[in-house]
């Protein structure tokens, strides 16, 4: 008997038939003799529905009540599921974040998860019962009833995973798992078993969309296996773990990407310090998060200063930049918001030398210029044009075999490799 | 300065701009000087969306869940009305039922308040704010949501009101106040300024649909001085209050009616002890109401036994009572479905003989044959024939004068009286 906290998104309760098609595959679980607890999102169209109503009062409603709004989406799910589960003969208990006291700050509409009390959830599941709890909410220290911003139920699910000491918190989503790259990119594109929690963070950052990043993180913190699988098709997903010494060691996990990207470059700083802190805080100021960051060494005396941000702030970036750059006495300002980023992504990557120079030589041979690059422990980014992007991906997926099942390291050959299907 | 509370229902606050209404109408109260705490309902609709919701599921929802899922209707409400409220620079702060400490029974769907704790509001009142609370739920003593039953909005404010001790709980309808008889059936009818508790009572229970019989029961208990006005239209609306020494007599408020009755009678029972109860046990098990009760005296050892009941029970009633009454050894059971009640409500009566020969001529005179009849300390009722209904009204109204104004009881003249709209 294992204890299993499995959570539903927006598109699995999107509609009653599909709620009870959720009920059906917990009343499943259960069956088989384990213990399960329920995380739900708010069925698809009902945050924005509430969303609608508050705006159509004013374009700035107040953070706490519309908390207090948008977290009836999701208590509306899990009454109805357990409506659904009791109908089944499975004895269900629905509880709101408030209830099962999962604490946060007081940040309104992205509130973060301090302590959960999973007393009452033990007991609700020592009696025999499934526990059905409201993804995306809390509740703060004065009883305000906070949200954990969009996607936050992916997090509710791995926290509670985490607090109740669960052997496994399996987030169902319309995909099947996790692949080597977006199979729309590249239709031969694989799922992948396993992949560590480092690697699925590279690859969430990056544009993934199966997994919140912050659920990833939380779950990596606490050591809360994941598993992302399918709510509509049967099959084990993809496991998401600690990395194993015993485990065969992939290279390459994926390619990643990001279409949304746009870069900027203050040419001709002044090199002194402190630099960096006066370019990139006005940015800071005005909400605007930084991607990649890249600074050269500079000769005379100068250098180049170049980060990328979302495609949507690069207007704003670019204004705030200009005035910075002026005060600074840089020589000039310039950017580009046709680019994208391509990745590769593995912890193998940590032990193995040649990987970098086999990711140029691939986008060389294709003729792709490369406009910026940086790297991380397990991650080599590259900024290219956007037009480049479909024949990049696809040109690092076949250059390190991604393609094909996973392969001992020790046999030499290039791996198998993950990736989720990534984001435009 | 006074501390009032308002009560909204839910075709008050039906739509986006209803509440932006509502909301200027909370903040002129404010304005005013006044401290403010709204009670609201789910915008009308909303129940019953949320109801088909969980009956596309199954007929018969868990109780418990199926109140965690309605308690979202009032959530919403509070929310918007916090927003519009901030938008016009009016400081709020919404509250479910449990954060405000509603505390009920567990009787699911039809749970009783037992207390509230007020230190919260009242500490947002001191500091400035407008208090919006969602009505028609509460929270167990486990923590779990409960919901007062259809219309538990008004208990909600009243027993809000008496736990703050506040000046006045004003019920916001759509109607201006209560009337001295429904103005569709006589459209003479008068919008009473003052009415005393225990005449709303009898109004309420004879089919009144201004207030919810539970919350004038509570406002009574304790001494909560309530108004019934109207959303829609400006005006002092109907004060309910304790029956006041110097306050001009009326003898009759009003003329009431209920169209949904039915009677049943039991013929030739044996007069004996217990009889009673063994005639309506049965009816009580099945969970229908019954309303007037009468028993005559017995000539040869046995006795009839007429009760009403609503119309809709009226079959299975009647099923019922035939085997009840061959038990009993009856003679017959008789019964109709086609009558209606009409009484004569007012405080007035209690010291004054001769309203009831004077209500009886009236309806003689115009051919009226009475079927039963039933009194209490303020209230004189009688079932006449369905096709009676506005005749009968009519002439009460008139014979008690109830379209002039009040006229001190000293002057001995038939003064003004007081009915609401009254319901079929």
């Avoid at 936050?152 to 987030?171: F, H, N, P, R, Y």
Wanted: charged share 25%.
């Amino acid at each position: 008997m294992a204890l299993i906290v499995q959570k539903y998104g927006g598109t699995s309760v999107g509609s009653i038939e599909r709620i009870e098609h959720v009920a059906d595959k917990v009343a499943a679980t259960r069956r088989q003799g384990h213990q399960v607890v329920v995380v739900v999102s708010a069925m698809s169209g009902e945050t924005d529905r509430l969303l609608g109503l508050a705006r159509a009062i004013t374009e700035r409603p107040d953070p706490r009540e519309l908390d207090v709004l948008l977290a009836t989406g999701e208590q509306v799910t899990i009454a109805l599921l357990a409506i659904a589960l009791a109908k089944r003969g499975c004895p269900a208990r629905s509880y709101t974040g408030a209830q099962v006291h999962i604490l946060t700050d007081s940040a309104h509409n992205k509130a973060r998860i301090r302590d959960i009390d999973a007393a009452r959830v033990r007991r609700d599941l020592a009696e025999g019962r499934v526990v059905v709890v409201a993804g995306f909410q809390g509740v703060d220290e004065h009883g305000n009833i906070t949200t954990l911003g969009r996607g936050g139920s992916d997090t509710t699910a791995v926290a509670l995973a985490a607090a109740l000491g669960a052997d496994e918190c399996q987030i169902f989503t319309d995909v099947d798992g996790v692949y080597t790259t977006d199979p729309r990119v590249a239709p031969e594109a694989r799922r992948l078993d396993r992949i560590t929690f480092e690697e699925m963070l590279e690859m969430a950052s990056l544009g993934s969309k199966v997994l919140q990043i912050r659920a990833v993180e939380f779950a990596g913190k606490y050591n809360v296996p994941l598993r992302v699988l399918s709510t509509f098709e049967e099959g084990p997903g993809t496991l998401i773990t600690y990395e194993e010494p015993e485990m065969e060691q992939p290279l390459i996990s994926g390619v990643a990407f990001n279409r949304d990207e746009a870069k900027l470059t203050v040419v001709g700083v002044p090199d002194q310090p402190g630099v960096a802190w006066r370019i990139l805080g006005p940015i800071a100021e005005a909400n605007i998060e930084v991607d990649m960051i890249v600074q050269n060494v500079g000769e005379d005396g100068t250098t180049d200063f170049t980060f990328t941000v979302h495609r949507n702030d690069y207007p704003k970036a670019l204004e705030i930049l200009k005035a910075t750059a002026a005060e600074l006495g840089a020589r000039e300002v310039t950017g580009d918001d046709r680019i994208v980023k391509i990745s590769l992504v593995g912890v193998g990557m940590r032990s193995h030398a040649g990987i970098a120079s086999r990711m140029f030589e691939a986008l060389a041979k294709e003729g792709i210029n490369i406009r910026m690059i940086s790297t991380s422990e397990i991650k080599i980014s590259v900024v290219v044009d956007e037009k480049y992007l479909e024949l990049g991906v696809r040109a690092l997926h076949e250059a390190f075999e991604l393609d094909r099942g996973p392969v001992p390291a020790a046999e030499g050959a290039a791996p198998a490799a993950g990736e989720a299907p990534s984001g435009s």
